[in-house]
């Protein structure tokens, strides 16, 4: 019944910029913590941000200041801007939904590379 599904990954250059949302659906959105985590291959799972029902945001350190978590309660849907993109900023990145349960999206690849 839940669903998430992310969108707008892809492979840009260093220092480009990419806009991530995700679209939820069969629950009410605008009750949840939403979250962006990211892993990359052969490394851990990490949150890289999180918004919360009244628009309070964390990120991890490594992004601050490149990275904006953000939702729109009216279109159901959490969006990761990132800007000032590294290599190291490749993963697949996935969508986050708790409340009393946690649901998580596909996951959309994201590839920084020259």
């Known amino acids: 019944q839940v669903q998430l599904v992310e969108s707008g990954g892809g492979l840009v250059q260093p220092g480009g910029s990419l806009r991530l949302s995700c679209a939820a659906s069969g629950m009410i959105f605008s009750m949840y913590v939403m979250g962006w985590y990211r892993q990359a291959v052969g490394k851990q799972r990490e949150l890289v941000a999180s918004?919360?029902?009244?628009?309070?945001?964390t990120y991890t350190d490594s992004v601050k200041g490149r990275f904006t978590i953000s939702r729109d309660n009216a279109k159901n849907t959490v969006y990761l801007q990132m800007n000032s993109l590294k290599p190291e900023d490749t993963a697949v990145y996935y969508c986050?939904?708790?409340?009393?349960?946690?649901?998580w999206g596909q996951g959309t690849q994201v590839t920084v590379s020259s």
């Open positions: 986050n939904a708790k409340r009393r349960a946690e649901y």
């Open positions: 918004i919360t029902s009244g628009g309070s945001t």
